[in-house]
Every structure is written in structure tokens, then in C-alpha cells.
T-cell receptor, first 116, second 112 residues
Framework: AQTVTQSQPEMSVQEAETVTLSCTYD???????LFWYKQPPSRQMILVIR??????QNATENRFSVNFQKAAKSFSLKISDSQLGDAAMYFC?????????????FGQGTRLTINP | SQTIHQWPATLVQPVGSPLSLECTVE??????LYWYRQAAGRGLQLLFY??????ISSEVPQNLSASRPQDRQFILSSKKLLLSDSGFYLC???????????FGEGSRLTVL
């Protein structure tokens, strides 16, 4: 079974600075999807960014980018120019391409605090 | 556009009482549906998923059950709640391969 590990329970960053959240995963599959989700205090989960394992190019969405290291099974999220609205729990997730339900496996989450 | 709703948003129940959380998806057909639980300060644990009406897969043995009586309706139930059932329950759906999960607003359950 696949597992996802986020080794940083909490992180903090000054507003306008850059922060990197770590994520590692364990799988024997060669093709899969990886996601970063954000859960703000309102509690509704929102997709931040996703990466297909077969793509070598790192995904980017505005101020959010990933560093995908397939051999190392690492998938970190970089947030540039941090804003107060970025404060939230961030979850890394893995999804196999196999199986009928394509269910996601989540890490434990990293709580990100933005200091003004 | 597709939307997902779950209710109730907040629920306080005594130990041993029944539970019913409901989730509905609008604007799509034949979605995959999921129930996740998020315990305080922890990640999301997949409880059940469904790829079609009446098709339920359970990920972990527990005091809960799920049903899908209609294509876009997913219900989480319990006959007798335990203290350990407290948590934040999230319903989610996805459709196409590669498509991300879309989550509902969540239901906070407190069992006393």
C-alpha cells in the first residue's frame, strides 16, 4: 500500500518570503498522480497543484510550484511571496492510476502560519 | 458547474445514538464518491468509496457504514456511535481519470 509522509507538522514564514513544504511517498508503481491540497480555517479542501508522475517538468500555478524528484519519491511545495491568505493546513496526496476508484492517500498535513 | 454539498455541518450526538451524514453531488453523473475522516490534528483517512449505485468499498473496519442509494447521493451511517467516531467528515467526488478530488464543506461530529 502507498504511504505519504509529511515530516513538518508546523511551519511558519514571514509575509512575502518563500517557504517550502516537504512530502515524501512510498510506492512501487511507476505512474501516478501527486497533489497538494490546502485546507484553510473554513475547512473546505482546495486543490493547490497537481503533478503527473510521467511528466518530468515540475508543475507551477502562479506563486505555487513543486519540486518533483521521482527517484527520491519526493514532492515538495514551494510558496513564493507568501501572503496572509496562504495560512492553512497543507496536505500532500498520492493517487494511483490503477483501480476503479482512484482514491487519494493523504499525508498528515503541515500547518502553515504566515507572520505579518 | 458541479457542486457538492454535505450536511449537517455540525452534529453533537450522545454515545450509542445513530448517525446519518448525507452528501449530494450536482452537475455530473456517475461520479466516484468518497467519505474521509479527519481526526483532530491529523491527516485524512479514507473510510469508504463508491464507483456506482449500491457499490461500496470499505477501507477500514469500523463502527460506520455507507450507502449509495442514488447516483449522486452518498450517506454515512452508524447504528450506535462511539466516542472514537468524533471527527471531521469530508465527502468528496471525482470523475475523470486524473481528475482531482472535489470536497464538500465537511461535517463536524462530536460524540459525548
Amino acid at each position: 500500500a502507498q504511504t505519504v509522509t509529511q515530516s513538518q507538522p508546523e511551519m511558519s514564514v514571514q509575509e512575502a518570503e518563500t517557504v517550502t513544504l516537504s512530502c515524501t511517498y512510498d510506492t512501487s508503481e511507476s505512474d501516478y498522480y501527486l497533489f497538494w491540497y490546502k485546507q484553510p480555517p473554513s475547512r473546505q479542501m482546495i486543490l493547490v497543484i497537481r503533478q503527473e508522475a510521467y511528466k518530468q517538468q515540475n508543475a507551477t500555478e502562479n506563486r505555487f510550484s513543486v519540486n518533483f524528484q521521482k527517484a527520491a519519491k519526493s514532492f515538495s511545495l514551494k510558496i513564493s511571496d507568501s501572503q496572509l491568505g496562504d495560512a492553512a493546513m497543507y496536505f500532500c496526496a498520492y493517487r494511483s492510476i490503477y483501480g476503479g476508484a482512484q482514491k487519494l492517500v493523504f499525508g498528515q498535513g503541515t500547518r502553515l502560519t504566515i507572520n505579518p | 458547474s458541479q457542486t457538492i454539498h454535505q450536511w449537517p455541518a455540525t452534529l453533537v450526538q450522545p454515545v450509542g445514538s445513530p448517525l446519518s451524514l448525507e452528501c449530494t453531488v450536482e452537475g455530473t453523473s456517475n461520479p466516484n464518491l468518497y467519505w474521509y475522516r479527519q481526526a483532530a490534528g491529523r491527516g485524512l483517512q479514507l473510510l469508504f468509496y463508491s464507483v456506482g449505485i449500491g457499490q461500496i468499498s470499505s477501507e477500514v473496519p469500523q463502527n460506520l457504514s455507507a450507502s449509495r442509494p442514488q447516483d449522486r447521493q452518498f450517506i454515512l451511517s452508524s447504528k450506535k456511535l462511539l466516542l472514537s467516531d468524533s471527527g471531521f467528515y469530508l465527502c468528496a467526488w471525482n470523475y475523470r481519470p486524473g481528475g482531482e478530488l472535489f470536497f464538500g464543506e465537511g461535517s463536524r461530529l462530536t460524540v459525548l
